[in-house]
């Protein structure tokens, strides 16, 4: 019996594939089961292909899995250019409109599929007067082949469609049950068997959707940003609900002005975010080096999409790294964490306003296209949690000796806000002493570097340790970032069950780097897998400059817009273990 | 507006400008101070933003809180600084070169959106800090360091350009005269809105002393001419297009919507105010009641 369910969906963005992905989503979760979704779109901007990957589990999971037990083709040509994304399982199931006959050959690797199962999901759909809800009829066969809870996707059914009222409900549910009725008598029934367990509150949500809501939770009552795919949903999400909470979404004329605002409304004392992918990141550059110098606290996200120049906007890729990490001209200290996952964006959220305010300087989030577009079942977060971290005012008295930029000990020092009597200072980007005021000085900007720098002394030795799956000190390591950590985690697992004594190190700080967490994890290690989505092995040159390797060391990277699957990351294990 | 006896010297710092002596930011530097002194605006509820050049120097000049930033951004600082906190008093200070080249595509979107700050150009004709290139309202034909053969980019005219974007408060003025220039800056910080001085301030050192006499000839106040109607847009253009003198005053003035106001309107709409984070509000939180654990709900 399996554990868990790996579903896809191929068409064309008029037949509605994610759509009907969403709902299948949502009803599980009702039904208390896990789920992770991909969506995967082309370049079109309407009606163009698109695909959703569906993992349905009893316990959390923390990858898409390997390959799928069931694909639906809606059409073949769509099918086509997703194949290198959509790989199947051996007796995989493939669900396929009878009226495409255009199947590809045997080269396409479909030899191994056991069934082919041909299905008139298009006349089904006009004979229900519903020539649209082919997705409805999709629906209906898979919870009539599989047995998911036909009144679970109903009700889901119903409350998607709600808004346009009772007739297109209807229509929908009508859709449904036809493809359902014809599934209980003409296809076999497979047998597939989750178990719900340990029943809680729970939250259906995207990875956007979460760095948004972690966001206005963790504090942030200012944003300002640029339409950019695929990071946009943060600021559509916050442009909705921050006029709710006393707070205002401004959409800037570009990514440079969208974080100089993020920095103005800062200065005055309002926790203040931007969010962008690679190419607005690029633009923000110079404004974030600003930050760093006049020590203004500010989280930019970044959801990195396939680079560079304009790349793959829709796809995913981990090589912003760099760029987030050396950037900017000059030495300019700032903090760059990562998420893992859907789940860990509301605690990632919470630390970049907590590094940001507490050490008055940039953070930059990075998350990914495969995290952001992603939708998960995940435990309903402690959002009461999440607003950490002051900044460091000073206190009303004397305020003849005030020093903005005072050298102290960790490197913070009192920020005043405009509106303070006596407090006034000039901020700057021009090199400044203790007061603020400009100097071009040897001895003033090598103390004043110094005393940035040292706020990431203190950033490393204080923040929240590594995260290690598996052994702790384990003789075949694996290192990585960002969204493969789900995958890594899950190959580790692997690993163990065939008695390797293997683990893997995930760091949420990415920059500055608790290099001394890595070297005790790599105390034991005979033999080092770094895995990344990054065809130049970006985070595999950046460890190494900072520590050190077993001699055994491998960069496992591939470009993006095609995620590892867990199987890959175990046989590259196993192949180097040889 | 608070009393607060406090004289314009008081709003000027005790450090010493970089600029050259002869140099029209002084003037500039002085009427700022004569217009807060006038206004009696406590210097902790004045922010002054700036970006780089000359005359960006000039928020270190002054005991009010000042941002020094970098190249062509003050405008979208101070719009930010502005939208999340109302009760300042914010004006943007910068170059031609500052406001016009490099910053040039933030000035059409802080007019649009009438965010309610005041924007006073130093408008000298040429690049000073980087010592003498060609700026975007260098006239035609004249010879930089970056122009050997004369210029060859037709120069923007500032208050066509602000005119022509909708912007609310338009004028023009010049340290040589500055009582007239305080008055505007008076005005300007007074208009509910984006209000856009520019001034014009002679650059001894790249265009020469001769610039005090070039303004002196051509100067004129509009405020005398026939026709004159700061609310009237086509008498405003027929000031504007006038190249061949150097108008001053106050070209146009509209009440409008600030960006405050819009925002306010879709908040009382909201009925917004600081609630507590409702999850259900804010996300899917799917219905699981009925289940218990261990419910098998998919048969086998």
Known sequence: MASDVKIGLVGSGGDGVVAAGDIIVHAMASCGLYAMMMKSFGPQIRGGESSARIRLSSEKVYSLGDGLDTLVVMNWGDYLKFAGELELNDNAILIVDEKDNTRPDDSLKLQKVASIVEVPITSLAESSKNPKGKNMVVLGILAGMFGLSEGALVSAIQKRFAHKGEGVVSTNVTSFNAGFKYAKSNIPPSHLSLQASHIGKRLVITGNEAIALGALAAGCRFYSGYPITPASEIMEWLGEKLPLYDGVMVQAEDEIAAICMTIGASYGGVRAMTATSGPGLSLMMESIGLASMAEIPCVIVDVQRGGPSTGIPTKSEQADLMQAVYGMHGDAPHAVIAVDDVETCFEVMADAFEIAERYQMPVIALSDQFIGHRTEVIVDPDLGKLKRGERFIPQSGDTTSYKRFEDRENGVSPMSVPGMKGFDYICSGIEHDEFGSPSSSHVVHEKMCAKRARKLEHLRANFKPIQVYGSSRPKVALITWGSNSGVVREAVERLVSLGIDAGVAVPRLIYPLQTSLFEDFLKKAELLLVVENSYSGQFFRYLKSYIGMPDKAYSMRSSGAKIFMVKEVVSEVLKVLK | ?300
């Open chain 2, 1 to 300: 507006m608070i009393m607060n006896n406090l004289k314009a010297k008081d709003y000027i710092s005790s450090l010493k400008p970089i600029w050259c002596p002869g140099c029209g930011d002084y003037g500039v530097l002085n009427a700022i101070a004569m217009a807060f002194e006038e206004l009696s605006i406590p210097p902790e509820k004045i922010a002054v933003i700036s970006g780089i050049g000359c005359s960006s120097r000039l928020p270190g000049y002054l005991n009010t809180y000042g941002f020094n930033s970098i190249h062509g951004r003050a405008l979208p600082i101070a719009c930010g600084l502005k939208i999340a906190r109302d009760d300042l008093t914010v004006i943007a200070v910068g170059g031609d070169g500052d406001g016009f080249s490099i910053g040039g595509g933030h000035l059409s979107h802080a007019i649009r959106r009438n965010v309610d700050i005041s924007y006073f150009i130093m408008d000298n004709q040429i690049y000073g800090l980087t010592k003498g290139q060609a700026s975007p309202t260098t006239p035609f034909g004249d010879v930089t360091s970056t122009t050997s053969y004369g210029n060859i980019d037709t120069p923007i005219w500032p208050i066509s350009f602000t005119l022509g974007y909708g912007a609310t408060f338009v004028a023009q003025s010049t340290p040589l005269d500055i009582k007239h220039l305080a008055t505007m800056m008076v005005e300007a910080i007074k208009h509910p809105g984006f209000a856009f001085v520019n001034i014009i301030s002679p650059c001894v050192t790249y265009r020469g002393k001769e610039m005090y006499q070039y303004i002196r000839d051509r100067m004129y106040y509009i405020d005398k001419e026939e026709g004159y109607d700061p609310k009237d847009l086509q008498a405003a253009w027929r000031f504007a297009n006038d190249r061949e003198r150097i108008p001053l005053g106050v070209f146009y003035k509209k009440e409008a919507d600030t960006y405050r106001d819009r925002i306010d309107r879709v908040k009382e709409k909201l009925g917004s105010k600081k609630m507590d984070i409702e999850m259900e509000k804010l996300a899917f939180v799917p219905d699981t009641g009925g289940l218990g654990e261990k419910d098998v709900f998919i048969p086998g």
